[in-house]
């Protein structure tokens, strides 16, 4: 993690997860305590693609922390729309906030923006880059459920344009992981998010199928296909609801495999599993409060 | 230097660059980085296929009256690892260097990656970190190993 900012998850190492996931771990048994910890503390909202999950729980875990958020509310109300480009938009911003969180649909644009700006930013996804917060809240659900070594994870779906799993996958090449990635053919992982797994000494397994290894994993990690992120809606629909996860899927699992998915889903997992012991997503979802709220307080 | 030298193959040149030991085929692509296109009225020689001692067959090329800058010869590196550049003035080789892979290039490769910040109308240079198997985009991280000199911005 270099200095005030979170852009990659190529930048955390073991013991930069292991001390988020640890702060994490503490907020989370006594959030009470946590309260006033940045009272008088703003942080920039400025998501240029839509979000739920992310933007609500970073304004949640500031709000925690006793400080506020500044939002940069819709793209068509700002001066985006106006032609301004991404640097001047975090320059001006950098004025209002102590701290900046950042979506944008293009690759590579937290890195840019962290050039331009000297308060910390974190990148809430670049375009089908990274989603290095993400992944923090993936690895302290899978810390809680399984643990992160010597655990064996399958990673689902859009593994091209699915900016959660690059992190993901980066992230747990830092830990004693074995990892299968299920996808089709068109969809597999990126050449820069192979040479990195490789590069960290780990395997690439690929399949086309998930049945081969499910019995093998402790985890499955599920994504929705990129929709917004295909050049061409043909090509989208011929992989469209590929996978489903169901009760039938699952009963070749082991019992205690964790399931879980970034959200939002769309029919990638029946909504029957959600009931059962391999349901983590959730969750997972909730997680996203005290893992940022982690984050902010070691940022800020 | 003797009468069958492949360099003496072209004609010599008064002042400018030699560039030798390119990779068999480079030589083309070699001119797109220099932007020599022969609508500059620049003077160039180029052989190709010729044999060299050193690699398995190489491409020469000469260049009148221009030499090369640092960031033209860090691209080249790319293209043609075993290149030597000879600068010329007055038919002498008053300089001879082995190009050297640089650690990063800044600037003058687009990333193929058009969905990249760097190719959204933003100020920023396009930087690339050197692999031992290609280049890697600083921002988006794509990883281009075929068809370099095809993203050289023109």
Same mark, same amino acid.
């Given at each position: 993690?270099?200095?005030?900012?979170?852009?990659?998850?190529?930048?955390?190492?073991?013991?930069?997860?292991?001390?988020?996931?640890?702060?994490?771990?503490?907020?989370?048994?006594?959030?009470?305590?946590?309260?006033?910890?940045?009272?008088?503390?703003?942080?920039?909202?400025?998501?240029?693609?839509?979000?739920?999950?992310?933007?609500?729980?970073?304004?949640?875990?500031?709000?925690?922390?006793?400080?506020?958020?500044?939002?940069?509310?819709?793209?068509?109300?700002?001066?985006?729309?106006?032609?301004?480009?991404?640097?001047?938009?975090?320059?001006?911003? /950098?004025?209002?906030?102590?701290?900046?969180?950042?979506?944008?649909?293009?690759?590579?644009?937290?890195?840019?923006?962290?050039?331009?700006?000297?308060?910390?930013?974190?990148?809430?996804?670049?375009?089908?880059?990274?989603?290095?917060?993400?992944?923090?809240?993936?690895?302290?659900?899978?810390?809680?459920?399984?643990?992160?070594?010597?655990?064996?994870?399958?990673?689902?779906?859009?593994?091209?344009?699915?900016?959660?799993?690059?992190?993901?996958?980066?992230?747990?090449?830092?830990?004693?992981?074995?990892?299968?990635?299920?996808?089709?053919?068109?969809?597999?992982?990126?050449?820069?998010?192979?040479?990195?797994?490789?590069?960290?000494?780990? /395997?690439?397994?690929?399949?086309?199928?998930?049945?081969?290894?499910?019995?093998?994993?402790?985890?499955?990690?599920?994504?929705?296909?990129?929709?917004?992120?295909?050049?061409?809606?043909?090509?989208?629909?011929?992989?469209?609801?590929?996978?489903?996860?169901?009760?039938?899927?699952?009963?070749?699992?082991?019992?205690?495999?964790?399931?879980?998915?970034?959200?939002?889903?769309?029919?990638?997992?029946?909504?029957?599993?959600?009931?059962?012991?391999?349901?983590?997503?959730?969750?997972?979802?909730?997680?996203?409060?005290?893992?940022?709220?982690?984050?902010?307080?070691?940022?800020? | 230097?003797?009468?069958?030298?492949?360099?003496?193959?072209?004609?010599?040149?008064?002042?400018?660059?030699?560039?030798?030991?390119?990779?068999?085929?480079?030589?083309?692509?070699?001119?797109?980085?220099?932007?020599?296109?022969?609508?500059?009225?620049?003077?160039?020689?180029?052989?190709?296929?010729?044999?060299?001692?050193?690699?398995?067959?190489?491409?020469?090329?000469?260049?009148?009256?221009?030499?090369?800058?640092?960031?033209?010869?860090?691209?080249?590196?790319?293209?043609?690892?075993?290149?030597?550049?000879?600068?010329?003035?007055?038919?002498?080789?008053?300089?001879?260097?082995?190009?050297?892979?640089?650690?990063?290039? %800044?600037? %003058?490769?687009?990333?193929?990656?058009?969905?990249?910040?760097?190719?959204?109308?933003?100020?920023?240079?396009?930087?690339?970190?050197?692999?031992?198997?290609?280049?890697?985009?600083?921002?988006?991280?794509?990883?281009?190993?075929?068809?370099?000199?095809?993203?050289?911005?023109?």
């Amino acid at each position: 993690m270099r200095q005030g900012d979170l852009v990659s998850a190529t930048s955390l190492s073991r013991a930069d997860v292991e001390t988020v996931l640890d702060h994490a771990a503490a907020i989370a048994a006594d959030p009470e305590s946590w309260r006033e910890r940045h009272a008088g503390t703003l942080l920039a909202l400025c998501f240029f693609e839509p979000s739920t999950r992310t933007r609500m729980s970073f304004d949640a875990a500031m709000k925690r922390l006793g400080g506020d958020t500044v939002d940069m509310g819709h793209v068509e109300s700002s001066s985006v729309e106006k032609g301004e480009s991404l640097a001047d938009t975090v320059r001006v911003i /950098e004025g209002y906030a102590d701290a900046l969180v950042l979506r944008h649909p293009s690759e590579g644009a937290a890195r840019m923006a962290a050039e331009y700006v000297d308060i910390p930013l974190i990148n809430a996804g670049d375009g089908a880059g990274q989603h290095p917060s993400q992944t923090l809240l993936d690895l302290y659900t899978m810390r809680e459920a399984t643990g992160l070594d010597e655990v064996t994870v399958g990673i689902l779906g859009d593994l091209k344009y699915g900016r959660t799993v690059h992190s993901l996958a980066e992230a747990l090449t830092e830990f004693d992981a074995r990892m299968h990635f299920v996808s089709p053919r068109s969809l597999r992982l990126p050449r820069s998010v192979r040479y990195d797994i490789e590069d960290a000494g780990g /395997e690439v397994r690929e399949h086309e199928d998930l049945n081969p290894v499910l019995s093998d994993l402790d985890v499955l990690y599920v994504t929705r296909i990129q929709r917004e992120r295909f050049p061409d809606e043909s090509e989208y629909r011929e992989v469209a609801g590929k996978y489903r996860i169901d009760d039938e899927t699952l009963a070749a699992a082991r019992d205690d495999l964790t399931v879980m998915h970034p959200l939002p889903r769309v029919d990638e997992i029946d909504s029957a599993v959600d009931t059962t012991d391999h349901a983590r997503y959730f969750r997972q979802a909730h997680n996203g409060v005290p893992v940022r709220m982690a984050l902010l307080d070691l940022l800020l | 230097m003797t009468s069958d030298d492949p360099q003496l193959r072209v004609s010599k040149i008064r002042n400018g660059t030699v560039i030798d030991h390119v990779t068999a085929g480079q030589a083309l692509n070699v001119l797109a980085i220099l932007g020599i296109d022969g609508t500059g009225g620049e003077e160039v020689s180029v052989g190709m296929n010729v044999p060299s001692s050193r690699i398995d067959g190489k491409d020469v090329v000469k260049v009148e009256g221009r030499e090369l800058s640092q960031a033209e010869v860090d691209v080249l590196s790319l293209i043609a690892p075993e290149a030597t550049i000879n600068i010329i003035r007055d038919y002498e080789v008053i300089r001879k260097t082995r190009v050297q892979r640089p650690n990063a290039v %800044v600037g %003058v490769i687009e990333c193929p990656n058009h969905n990249c910040i760097t190719n959204a109308e933003e100020p920023v240079e396009s930087e690339f970190d050197v692999l031992d198997e290609g280049i890697r985009c600083r921002y988006c991280d794509t990883i281009l190993r075929e068809k370099l000199a095809a993203q050289i911005r023109a």
